[in-house]
């Protein structure tokens, strides 16, 4: 109660401060209403021209808001409220700010993005998916036209230089996946003028908790082809549609599915006419057999992924979204394919990835606002570096949030729910219902639909028209059924004398594991004052009870001998359910930070290896960083032939020779003799000076040639070698943790030989440059083209 006292505190001051400044806006408001169009867009040149004279942009903030709200009103006929202002400021610097639903966050937005937009460094305004960022884009957008500044969107399927255009813009829109891939795209490209990002300065996320938090485990990851057959996912199909109950374990929590060591296991073996199922020469067999499993044990048709057009698209676990493009990663996507009998696709092979929490970070100024998000305060400050200010309602907020019914089984619960929707609608008071997956939408719907009340659905399957059914969800009569997406970022409008009737009442149909979704359900209600309702109608059957509630629960609710349509009301109940959220929060808190901590390790190799990249392409002349390469490996092949534990005579100068003959030298430039009256140090000398030499006569074989050929041989070599090292790096990542063994940490392991595994890449990229440089026979000017790649993420 403490620490809660101290949060509350804490953000009261934080008020405070910030109504103090928007006074200060407000005080400008009659000077800005005075000025013409053109008086008030000269501002924009009068504050880049203050800006160039050393001001801070700290010091403009106060003038650039209100002229922002002055733009606003003439443009849209928007004026932004006190509370508006303030979170603005609050993402100025840099932070989160939580504003509730029908606040006004868009609005919000146009303040510090027009303000960080004068630097000319770029602002990138981040929005969860392409209608929402066309539409910021147009309607904020207009704001920020009207005031002299440019306006950029970057959303899926526009063309290089289409992206390379709204990159150079000051404020640009777009999605995460969006930003994530451009910056893994412009880290493949061969020619510097192919990249379309700049440096990332600052970022606005909206919907910051869904973002950076319940994203934030899936890596985007760009693949390419891999050769591996398809039979094997068919055949591993059709073994596990042989089993039965008792040949296999299904740990829900866990996420995972075993075979039986007493039947299942045998059975294999003999299905696959194999000795040892757990012998070496069999791993390949048993991930496809272990995947198989997962596809049939875990993986549900309709909650997990659909079927659409002969192709499984994954459904999202927290929007209810389809995720076009996004497959399950390791041969899952493949084993469900051949389970639901469709094609199975060829598999994939890592080209490169990176995590959202890593993208993210790299921005020099990073903030977001979201509905919903004190909750998660401690990981938005742990791993990005922001506190969360909780700012006020600009109206009070009237919504009556009613007391969860609970029921013994989920067929109770959906007949209460249908009961509860049919006689509200029968008053004519709008019902938005939020489910937790398509199939228990599907459910409600049929009930509905017996029962002859008019109904709209709203889940993956009706993606497009998500906003158009969201807007007139709080009309009189509306019934809308939602997937827990709820059409985040679309206003729900009451209708008219639809406030007499109590607003729009919410039914929530299950607890989401986190209670930040369950926020934002009942927050579709009750926006800018209004009335409005909500409820939860819950049972002992659902996910969340069932899985992480207590044993005792279910013995007690036995006991009382309860019909399943008789509501119970107990504390106890309320309480398990509580716990039970914050358990799986946890849960889930620690294996985003356990994923991150692994992701750190690669992140700074990715880090080295994009630096060295775009040295490559933006240096005209590469000759030093050959030699520098050159040197490397020169002093790699005295510690192998020539140690300095070794005494001179037990050096083996004849293995150096052999060796530097394969890479730089002519046959003759050294002999035994010469060598061996030198010492190590002089040996280095001489090795690079001949080096040099042969350069030299490289350059006059070659010509101007060398430098296209430089370029070409550093960037595949980088590339190949990266790509591979991505593949063996995350292949150990998933069995280190069958070393931790004699209480080593895993992750230890991890850091410690992920850091040798780079240095051996390093010095493999070290030898095949030098190897080509100086033995390649060239015949013409190399291609710069990149090989075809396909973008897929996933994780």
């Not at 109660?1 to 928007?22: F, Y």
């Not at 004068?118 to 309607?139: F, M, P, S, W």
């Not at 209810?320 to 389970?339: D, V």
């Not at 880090?607 to 050159?630: A, S, T, W």
């Amino acid at each position: 109660m403490g620490l809660l006292k101290q949060i509350v505190n804490t953000n009261e001051r934080e008020i405070a401060r910030l109504r103090k400044m928007a006074a200060k806006i407000n005080a400008l408001e009659p000077e800005m209403e005075s000025l013409t169009d053109e008086q008030l867009q000269a501002k924009t040149v009068e504050f880049r021209e203050r800006l160039e004279n050393g001001e801070k942009l700290d010091k403009l903030l106060f003038e650039a808001f209100a002229v922002v709200r002055e733009a606003s009103k003439r443009v849209t006929g928007k004026r932004h409220f006190d509370v508006q202002l303030m979170g603005g400021i609050v993402l100025h610097e840099g932070r989160v700010a939580e504003m509730r639903t029908g606040e006004g966050k868009t609005l919000v937005a146009s303040l510090p993005s027009y303000l960080n937009g004068l630097t000319g460094k770029g602002v990138h305004v981040i929005t969860v998916n392409d209608y929402l960022a066309r539409r910021d884009a147009q309607e904020i957008g207009q704001i920020h036209r009207f005031l002299g500044l440019t306006v950029g969107l970057n959303v899926h399927d526009m063309t290089p230089d289409q992206k390379k255009e709204a990159y150079q813009a000051d404020i640009t829109y777009g999605t995460n996946n969006e930003f994530g891939f451009d910056y893994l795209r412009d880290n493949m490209v061969m020619r510097v003028e192919d990249m379309t990002q700049r440096h990332l300065h600052f970022a606005i996320v909206d919907e910051v908790d869904s973002i950076l938090i319940d994203e934030a485990r899936t890596p985007l990851i760009i693949s390419g082809p891999a050769e591996k057959s398809a039979d094997l996912y068919f055949r591993a199909d059709l073994f596990v549609r042989s089993l039965r109950p008792d040949d296999y374990v299904v740990d829900e929590k866990m996420r995972t599915v075993n075979l039986t060591e007493e039947s299942g296991v045998g059975k294999a073996e003999r299905f696959f006419s194999v000795q040892n199922l757990f012998d070496p020469d069999n791993v390949t067999l048993m991930h496809h057999i272990n995947q198989a499993l997962k596809a049939h044990g875990l993986m549900h048709r309709d909650k997990d992924y659909v079927v659409h057009n002969d192709e499984i698209i994954i459904v999202d676990e927290f929007t209810g979204r389809l995720m076009q493009g996004r497959r399950y990663s390791e041969g899952l996507h493949q084993a469900i394919e051949a389970k639901e009998g469709v094609r199975v696709q060829d598999e994939t092979k890592t080209l490169a990835t990176i995590t959202l929490q890593n993208y993210f970070r790299m921005y020099d100024k990073l903030s977001g606002m979201t509905g919903t998000a004190i909750t998660e305060e401690k990981e938005f400050v742990e791993i990005y570096g922001m506190d969360v200010v909780v700012i006020p309602t600009n109206r009070p907020l009237v919504r009556n949030d009613l007391k969860d019914i609970i029921y013994k089984t989920q067929g109770g619960k959906f007949n209460a729910v249908v009961d509860e929707i049919a006689q509200r609608h029968q008053n004519g008071q709008p019902v938005l219902v939020g489910t937790t997956s398509i199939e228990k939408s599907e459910i409600i719907s049929n009930l509905l639909r017996k029962r002859g009340v008019m109904h709209q659905v709203l889940n993956a399957k009706q993606h497009e028209r998500e906003a158009e059914i969201v807007a007139l969800a709080g009309q009189r009569n509306a019934v809308t059924i939602a997937t827990n997406m709820a059409g985040r970022g679309t206003d729900i409008i009451l209708g008219e004398g639809v406030a007499d009737l109590g607003g729009l009442h919410i039914i929530g149909t299950e607890r989401h594991e986190s209670r930040r979704i369950d926020n934002q359900l009942r927050g579709r209600a009750g926006r800018q004052g209004d009335p409005g309702s909500s409820q939860f109608f819950l049972s002992l059957e659902d996910d969340l009870l069932r899985l992480f509630g207590s044993d005792n629960i279910k013995r007690l609710m036995d006991r009382l001998g309860l019909e399943e349509d008789q509501p119970i009301d107990h504390k106890m109940l309320t309480g398990a359910m509580e716990r039970a959220q914050k358990k799986v929060e946890g849960n889930n808190y620690d294996i985003r930070k356990h994923v991150l901590r692994y992701d750190d390790v690669m992140n700074k190799q990715r880090e080295v290896i994009y630096k060295q990249r775009r040295q490559i392409l933006e240096q005209e002349n590469l000759r030093d960083v050959v030699e520098g390469m050159g040197h490397s490996l020169i002093e790699h092949m005295l510690d192998v032939y020539c140690s300095v534990e070794q005494v001179p005579e037990d050096w083996d100068i004849p293995g150096l020779i052999a060796y530097a003959e394969r890479e730089f030298l002519n046959p003759g430039d050294v002999t035994e003799e010469e060598l061996r009256r030198l010492d190590r140090e002089e040996l280095e000398e001489h090795l690079l000076d001949v080096l040099v030499k042969n350069y030299d006569k490289r350059e006059a074989e070659i010509g101007g040639f060398l430098r296209d050929l430089e370029r070409v041989i550093l960037l595949r070599t980088v590339d190949a070698k990266w790509m591979d090292h991505i593949d063996a790096m995350d292949q150990f990542r998933q069995g280190v943790h069958l070393r931790s063994y004699g209480q080593a940490d895993p992750l230890v392991i991890y850091q410690k030989e992920g850091f040798e595994m780079f240095e051996a890449m390093v010095h493999s990229i070290q030898e095949e440059v030098i190897l080509y440089i100086f033995k390649a026979t060239v015949t013409a000017p190399p291609p710069l083209e990149m090989q075809e790649t396909v973008p897929i993420q996933g994780g």
